[in-house]
């Protein structure tokens, strides 16, 4: 391997690794914020270290080997620090190799040509050209094609596109890729269409008419099947809504660029329902949350030190974040060109303050204080991942790391919550058997619902404040959750007319 022809696509510009592979393994202990590979003896102890004491409280692991090896070595592996004799370790190369792998998407190869920096194509380009990446070739392929409305030879075409697979590209790169949770939902919906006009013998959607938009609108009304691969799913009255918007945004945005030659989707979706509607009722009572907070405590003290300290600290962390941040699922997801989510620490009269910030919808950054009670979680969880215990200004580590490398997706974010729901469950089942039920239908969205409930209503909190932690984009959203218990109403209104 020769880490020059590695580039950090990360940095503005680009830039290369170093020569040496020391020098490679340094830059990147540095970008990556943890420590890559290290070889100690004493004499670069006593070189770092004032002392044999502090060097035995900064690494214990390594001082331990000291004593009956001449060289120790510290290096990366899986999401976590491993200290091993010499003999027991693997060779920079392979460290380094492993790493980049486990980064992938950051570090790249400078003949590889997906990468913009090393061919010089731009991001939006790549954006559009990976905006199908996860739909089915087959649906690819039933999309290539241009119908009788398609603008195809135009000057009028600005999109300078011949048929709908790449229409299609320019649409979710243009109106969704500034979110992969829209992305996602983007391609979701276009395929239940797709399927629908294949059901229907219809297509392509450049030359779909009014009346088909139309019959499309009235089956989804009436939850019709839709045919997804070899099943059949009943849509729920949101996906339909939802399903209609994003159809109509599609047909919108061609008929703007001139695509088509007019849009049949005008008027497709009508009047939609005011945010001042929304009254979340998924939610998770105090004691429930108790529950999973003790049951997360129980498996912390546990946790067998050789085997599962690490996995079972991230779990907590996991946990404590969503519980008292109140951020989205995939706001704890790691973004490597946005370098968040991360966490600060700020000293205020003494007393460190620590803040989690997040890349909200639409791209928007949020700063959230963390109550004091999750810093020692934090902080032993970043120590056993082999990271300082305060994160430092300049670090790039994933929040949440992988425990084969890399960062946590949000699948795997979702299925750690879960299995605390359940776990919690299994534990009261036999003294509460409907709150048993309800956790394990609960999903880590009913842990922010529980945090705005607790801003709002029971310590209420400014709705203005209480907007800016919750990133909402409408005061109104954050006022629906003081409908949600007429409890506090009714206590208002019972000591407004108690003298009457």
């Given amino acids: 391997m020769i880490p020059p022809d590695w580039i950090d696509g990360s940095t503005t510009p680009p830039r290369r690794l170093p020569d040496t592979l020391d020098a490679a393994l340094a830059y990147l202990a540095d970008a990556l914020g943890h420590v890559i590979y290290t070889r100690?003896?004493?004499?670069?102890?006593?070189?770092?270290?004032?002392?044999?004491?502090?060097?035995?409280?900064?690494?214990?692991?390594?001082?331990?080997?000291?004593?009956?090896?001449?060289?120790?070595?510290?290096?990366?592996?899986?999401?976590?620090?491993?200290?091993v004799a010499i003999d027991?370790?693997?060779?920079?190369?392979?460290?380094?190799?492993?790493?980049?792998?486990?980064?992938?998407?950051?570090?790249?190869?400078?003949?590889?040509?997906?990468?913009?920096?090393?061919?010089?194509?731009s991001k939006q380009e790549t954006t559009a050209a990976t905006a199908l990446a996860s739909v089915p070739q087959p649906l690819i392929a039933w999309l290539a094609r241009a119908g009788r409305f398609a603008n195809v030879t135009s000057a009028t075409n600005t999109l300078g596109v011949g048929d709908d697979a790449q229409a299609v590209a320019l649409f979710l790169r243009d109106r969704a890729s500034r979110s992969p949770h829209t992305l996602r939902a983007y391609r979701a919906e276009l395929r239940r269409l797709v399927a629908w006009c294949e059901a229907q013998q219809l297509g392509p959607l450049s030359d779909l008419t009014r009346h088909d938009l139309l019959a499309y609108r009235q089956a989804s009304r009436k939850h019709a099947p839709v045919t997804i691969g070899d099943h059949d799913r009943k849509v729920s009255e949101a996906t339909q809504a939802r399903a209609l918007a994003v159809v109509a945004s599609l047909f919108r945005y061609w008929t703007e660029t001139g695509y088509l030659t007019a849009n049949p989707a005008a008027g497709l979706v009508r009047g939609a329902r005011t945010r001042a509607s929304f009254a979340p009722q998924r939610m998770l009572p105090t004691a429930l949350l108790a529950a999973c907070d003790a049951w997360v405590a129980a498996a912390t003290d546990a946790a067998d030190a050789l085997a599962d300290t690490l996995a079972i600290a991230r779990r907590r962390a996991i946990w404590t974040l969503y519980r008292y941040a109140g951020v989205r699922l995939v706001e704890l997801v790691w973004s490597d060109d946005a370098q968040l989510p991360k966490l600060e620490v700020d000293r205020i009269d003494d007393i460190e303050c620590w803040t989690l910030h997040v890349l909200g919808k639409g791209r928007k950054t949020r700063a959230i204080p963390l109550p004091a009670l999750c810093v020692?979680?934090?902080?032993?969880?970043?120590?056993?991942?082999g990271l300082p215990p305060q994160p430092g200004p300049f670090e790039r580590a994933a929040l949440i790391h992988g425990l084969k490398g890399g960062s946590l997706h949000g699948s795997g974010l979702y299925d750690e919550v879960k299995a605390i729901f359940i776990a919690a469950a299994d534990c009261i089942e036999k003294t509460d058997h409907a709150g048993a039920a309800r956790l394990r239908s609960a999903s880590p969205h009913w842990l922010r619902h529980g945090y705005a409930r607790q801003l709002v209503v029971d310590h209420q909190v400014p709705l203005p404040a209480a907007q800016a932690l919750?990133?909402?984009?409408?005061?109104?959203?954050?006022?629906?959750?003081?409908?949600?218990?007429?409890?506090?109403?009714?206590?208002?209104?019972?000591?407004?007319?108690?003298d009457s």
């Fill in 40 to 83: 100690w003896t004493l004499a670069a102890i006593k070189q770092r270290y004032p002392s044999l004491a502090d060097a035995k409280a900064a690494h214990p692991a390594v001082m331990r080997l000291l004593l009956d090896h001449a060289v120790a070595i510290e290096y990366w592996d899986r999401g976590r620090v491993r200290t």
């Fill in 470 to 498: 919750l990133g909402h984009a409408s005061v109104q959203t954050t006022a629906g959750y003081a409908k949600t218990d007429l409890s506090q109403l009714r206590t208002f209104v019972d000591q407004t007319f108690s």
């Fill in 376 to 385: 020692p979680i934090l902080t032993t969880y970043r120590q056993l991942r």
């Fill in 88 to 121: 027991d370790a693997p060779t920079p190369e392979a460290v380094l190799a492993r790493v980049l792998h486990a980064h992938r998407r950051r570090f790249r190869t400078a003949v590889d040509t997906g990468l913009p920096t090393a061919t010089g194509e």
